[in-house]
């Protein structure tokens, strides 16, 4: 029975250690940039797009294809930033259970 109850008290820190992770991974931001700089893309949480910076001179009537290119790059960029952040989270969350897969569990990263 005492192996029961510590069995019990890691999974109860090793829940609260993920929802702390959750709770981390809401507040990271990850920034992603295109073309040298000329456009950047700010993303927070889950991929919440915060902030868009376009140069100036990428500003040119007519000329929307290369900008549009550049804005879904910037924000693959930020995405790819962003979870591996996340991902890093968990694993540090996850200590030692971290890349085992658990038939019944869900797969966290």
């Given at each position: 029975?005492?192996?029961?109850?510590?069995?019990?008290?890691?999974?109860?820190?090793?829940?609260?250690?993920?929802?702390?992770?959750?709770?981390?991974?809401?507040?990271?931001?990850?920034?992603?940039?295109?073309?040298g700089g000329l456009?950047?893309?700010?993303?927070?949480?889950?991929?919440?797009?915060?902030?868009?910076?376009?140069d100036d001179s990428?500003?040119v009537p007519g000329?929307?294809?290369?900008?549009?290119?550049?804005?879904?790059?910037?924000?693959?960029?930020?995405?790819?930033?962003?979870?591996?952040?996340?991902?890093?989270?968990?694993?540090?969350?996850?200590?030692?259970?971290?890349?085992?897969?658990?038939?019944?569990?869900?797969?966290?990263?």
């Amino acid at each position: 029975m005492k192996d029961l109850n510590a069995l019990m008290q890691q999974a109860q820190a090793m829940q609260q250690k993920l929802q702390d992770a959750q709770a981390k991974m809401a507040e990271t931001t990850a920034e992603g940039t295109s073309g040298g700089g000329l456009v950047t893309i700010g993303l927070k949480g889950p991929g919440e797009v915060t902030s868009v910076k376009i140069d100036d001179s990428l500003m040119v009537p007519g000329d929307t294809e290369i900008l549009s290119d550049l804005i879904v790059a910037a924000h693959a960029d930020a995405k790819r930033k962003l979870d591996a952040i996340n991902a890093e989270l968990m694993r540090e969350a996850a200590g030692p259970m971290a890349g085992m897969n658990i038939p019944g569990m869900p797969k966290l990263f």
